[in-house]
């Protein structure tokens, strides 16, 4: 019998750099529903479900007919939220799919869930993709993750800061972008809820760390699709162009 995955879409209406961006229209219809739509189309999953702490986004994916519950309490990061979401049903795996990723694509997700069917010793606890940076700007913005890993592409660290520092200038060493896609374990994910936030976590301000701090094994796989996330006004912009720039190549 294989193993049983679903994907999670965490749905915070109060996002810091952009309030209620997932309400925000890309096309004919709200970012929220694009991403929930692209993750479904991908016939990846046993189910999809959208996890939100608020009621705009609830009824707005309820009278649409999608998969949707609303957090009884608030939560520190997506990933509690999906814990407490997942508590109480039967699954393997679970995958966080960001609200702000409408155009995430199948084949990442495929690596990420694949990552699980090739480790039947049960080693991996989680899988999370990372991407080529794309120039000094990029390694330079604390605004991108980065990650380093060793030589079995498990993550050894991620921080906001330029790493590596490829002091001796050495061309085979290569940095790369963390893109917060996860892939857990259930077990993996129920054990990050009950678990205090570290220190170099609060440092870094990337939750991810926490799994590294408590001794968890982070498969990163290395993607070159690069999608837009949303994270700013001036990305959705980038996203409308970039759609309307496919609707007329089409």
Do not use: W
């Not at 070159?224 to 609707?247: M, N």
């Amino acid at each position: 019998m294989g193993m049983r995955n679903i994907a999670v879409i965490p749905a915070r209406y109060a996002s810091q750099r952009f309030p209620g961006k997932l309400m925000e229209l890309l096309q004919d219809q709200t970012i929220i529903k694009t991403t929930y739509d692209a993750v479904l189309a991908t016939q990846l999953f046993d189910e999809v479900l959208v996890a939100t702490d608020h009621d705009l986004i609830f009824e707005h994916l309820k009278d649409l007919g999608c998969a949707v519950i609303k957090s009884t309490q608030p939560y520190e990061c997506g990933s509690d939220r999906i814990a407490a979401a997942v508590a109480e049903c039967e699954v393997d795996i679970v995958v966080n799919v960001q609200g702000d990723e409408p155009f995430i694509d199948r084949d990442s997700l495929a690596a990420l869930l694949a990552v699980f069917e090739q480790d039947p010793a049960g080693e991996i606890d989680l899988a999370s993709l990372k991407t080529p940076l794309a120039n000094e700007e990029e390694l330079q913005n604390p605004n991108v993750v980065k990650v380093i890993t060793d030589q079995r592409d498990c993550a050894l660290y991620f921080s906001r800061s330029p790493i590596p520092n490829n002091r001796a200038q050495d061309p085979s060493v290569k940095a790369f972008r963390h893109i917060g896609v996860y892939a857990f374990r259930k077990q993996a994910l129920l054990d990050f809820s009950t678990q205090a936030q570290t220190p170099l976590e609060k440092a870094e301000q990337i939750e991810c760390i926490r799994h590294l701090e408590y001794g968890k094994k982070i498969k990163m796989v290395t993607t070159l699709h690069r999608g837009i996330g949303i994270d700013t006004p001036e990305d959705l912009l980038q996203a409308r162009a970039y759609l309307s720039s496919q609707k007329k190549d089409a």
